[in-house]
């Protein structure tokens, strides 16, 4: 009796172990929690690195949206980069329109006087007793001859008056390389002017915008050696866009 109750326990503990295993093999193969648990974490951890795909729907978006947004800023950088470069052509093409081909334009104009222009002096034979003033302009801008020369014969203390008669009907205006002209009435023809003297030196000073104010250097042309004849008769003329315009003053 006692050896059959031994038999009995030891085929009930066979017998429970097979119903265990019976339960855990449920078709899906036999599981175990733990390796699961970290093959998951494993998983999720590499995706976040991004060198897997994310597990989750919601990580992929996010991925999605950074790479549109990174798209987008990079368009936007061209698009801006562009612009800039158009804006700075057009405003070279702008400058360049402006040269010194338009007169018009105040920046291509400037007074004319003894720094910018070529003075000479030089009596002539006809008519008696005059003189030609010529201004040749040898800068690269546009310049103006306002109103008339300023004369000074050696240290003389008067100023010969302009002859209103020969007053232009537009400012005289010289390009680079042209000439502006003006006479000089150096002494009366009939001998009625007084004070006649000879002068070595000749001053002549430039007008600017309003009369008699200061245009700028003034010029000291040469005269020949014997020098220039004049008396209380001297006088000028405006500045002169042709010479034709004071033939026979």
């Known amino acids: 009796m006692r050896t059959r109750r031994t038999s009995l326990l030891a085929v009930t503990g066979v017998a429970l172990a097979a119903l265990a295993l019976t339960a855990c093999d449920d078709g899906a193969g036999t599981k175990d929690e733990g390796a699961s648990q970290t093959s998951s974490t494993a998983?999720?951890?590499?995706?976040?690195?991004?060198?897997?795909?994310?597990?989750?729907?919601?990580?992929?978006h996010s991925a999605s949206s950074s790479g549109s947004?990174?798209?987008?800023?990079?368009?936007?950088?061209?698009?801006?980069?562009?612009?800039?470069?158009?804006?700075?052509s057009s405003?070279?093409?702008?400058?360049?329109?402006?040269?010194?081909?338009?007169?018009?334009?105040?920046e291509n104009r400037v007074l004319c006087n003894g720094s910018t222009t070529k003075v000479t002096a030089q009596p002539v034979s006809r008519p008696l007793n005059h003189m030609l003033i010529t201004v040749k302009n040898t800068g690269s801008k546009y310049?103006?001859?306002?109103?008339?020369?300023?004369?000074?014969f050696?240290?003389?203390?008067?100023?010969?008056?302009?002859?209103?008669?020969t007053h232009p009907q537009a400012v005289t205006t010289l390009a680079p390389g042209q000439s502006g002209y003006a006479g000089v009435l150096l002494s009366s023809a009939d001998g009625s002017g007084q004070g006649g003297m000879t002068g070595h030196k000749l001053t002549v000073g430039f007008q600017g915008k309003a009369p008699n104010s200061s245009g700028g250097a003034a010029a000291t042309p040469a005269l020949p050696a014997k020098g220039v004849?004049?008396?209380?008769?001297?006088?000028?003329?405006y500045w002169q866009q042709s010479q034709d315009d004071i033939t026979g003053w």
């Open 154 to 165: 050696d240290e003389m203390q008067w100023v010969p008056q302009a002859d209103e008669s």
């Open 69 to 88: 947004s990174g798209s987008t800023k990079g368009s936007s950088t061209s698009s801006g980069s562009g612009t800039s470069g158009s804006s700075g």
């Open 43 to 60: 998983a999720t951890t590499t995706g976040d690195k991004g060198t897997t795909t994310p597990a989750s729907g919601a990580t992929a």
């Open 229 to 237: 004849y004049y008396d209380s008769a001297l006088k000028v003329t």
């Open 91 to 106: 405003g070279k093409s702008s400058s360049s329109s402006g040269g010194s081909s338009d007169p018009s334009d105040p």
């Open 143 to 152: 310049c103006d001859l306002t109103y008339y020369p300023v004369l000074r």
